[in-house]
């Protein structure tokens, strides 16, 4: 089975109750697999962990970056947090309380209330039947709309979590 294929069954599966939305990246069985011995900083995983990214946003699933082992070292839980997040990962694997509320505040959206000044600006701006225009300076056209989109998109859905629990 490929990474490809994983990301291509999507909700296909025989249980019409069970489909996945995202896909995990297990950096330890990864390098087992591969014989490598994880490193400071983990560059042996970068090609493997960036690809998975993606995978995963080509076929619309959520990215959920690998686990952070080193259960007491909660400032090395937060960079790696930081650095998942940067490559475009939209979660953290957790195995440890410690660690979820600094996985939360990493991985929750930013931004919010520019993306929502930027959909408003957006509304006002589609009326006069234009396509790319200027926000806040900068050049707003449809990549930058999806991207608004999507973090109030998640913002809601952290609220909507925060509410069931």
């Avoid at 909700?11 to 011995?37: L, R, W």
């Avoid at 929502?116 to 930058?144: N, T």
């Amino acid at each position: 089975v490929t990474l490809r294929d994983v990301c291509e069954s999507g909700g296909k599966t025989p249980n019409e109750y069970f489909y996945h939305q995202g896909i995990v990246f297990g950096h330890m069985d990864y390098c087992t697999s591969i014989g490598a011995d994880p490193s400071e900083g983990m560059p042996e995983i970068d090609y493997a962990r960036q690809k998975l990214v993606n995978f995963a946003k080509a076929y619309d699933l959520q990215a959920v970056d690998l686990v952070w082992t080193q259960i007491k070292d909660l400032d090395g839980c937060r960079r790696e947090c930081e650095r998942g997040r940067r490559l475009g990962y939209t979660g953290k694997t957790i195995v440890h309380p410690s660690h979820g509320k600094i996985a939360n505040e990493v991985f929750f959206p930013r931004q919010t209330d520019w993306a929502k000044r930027l959909m408003e600006a957006f509304k006002d701006h589609l009326s006069a039947g234009k396509g790319a225009f200027m926000f806040e300076g900068h050049m707003v056209d449809q990549p930058i709309l999806t991207r608004a989109k999507n973090i109030i998109s998640m913002a809601e859905s952290y609220q909507q979590l925060d509410k069931s629990t």
